[in-house]
């Protein structure tokens, strides 16, 4: 048990700890909280345009024909790690929407994907932005029901409802791993 002096101790220890958890200032304090990365400012010159790539932490062009990762998520499932690269289409306000189709079947390979944007969720490059880190979960049982197919995947950058660029890759899906 802690007697008296114990519990005045373990009081002003509580006090000096939250007086130096401030927000800055004039005051002292750890000094003014991180607000994250910049934003990312975009000059308009002419028509916005998007490219669909792959990567984690990076942006990573893909060529019409070429393949793409088949990714055994945390959870179980499988997905394509997808980036964005987009220039004279300020991110303020953009819904990017990912589809993987192929003509097989009436209905997408991948659950609904929407990434509502602004100018701290991107990351510069060059003339415009980089969206990574989105993903398009398949909805499938086994990675053998869309490995090695050839599927067309789709990224849609949206305002308001309606499309301004959009760009779409036909890829063969691998699996790396096997």
């Known amino acids: ?45 002419g028509p916005a345009r998007v490219e669909l790539g792959a990567g984690t932490t990076r942006f990573e062009a893909l060529a019409e024909g070429g393949t793409i990762e088949l990714v055994l998520g945390p959870q179980g499932g499988w997905h394509l790690d997808l980036t964005v690269r987009a220039v004279n289409l300020p991110p303020d ?43 398009a979960v398949f909805d499938v049982r086994a990675a053998s029901e869309v490995e090695g197919r050839v599927l067309r995947v789709t990224v849609r950058a949206e305002r308001g409802g309606a499309a301004v660029a959009e760009d779409s890759r036909a890829l063969r899906v691998v699996d790396a791993v096997r």
């Open 1 to 45: 048990m802690v007697g008296g002096d114990g519990v005045k101790r373990a009081w002003t220890m509580l006090a000096a700890w939250a007086a130096g958890c401030g927000e800055g200032g004039e005051g002292g304090g750890a000094g003014p909280t991180d607000a994250g990365p910049p934003a990312v400012e975009v000059a308009v010159t």
């Open 93 to 135: 306000g953009v819904t990017l929407r990912y589809e993987v189709r192929d003509d097989t079947r009436a209905t997408p390979w991948n659950f609904p994907v929407a990434a509502s944007l602004n100018a701290r969720r991107v990351a510069a490059d060059g003339e415009g932005w980089v969206r990574v880190g989105d993903r």
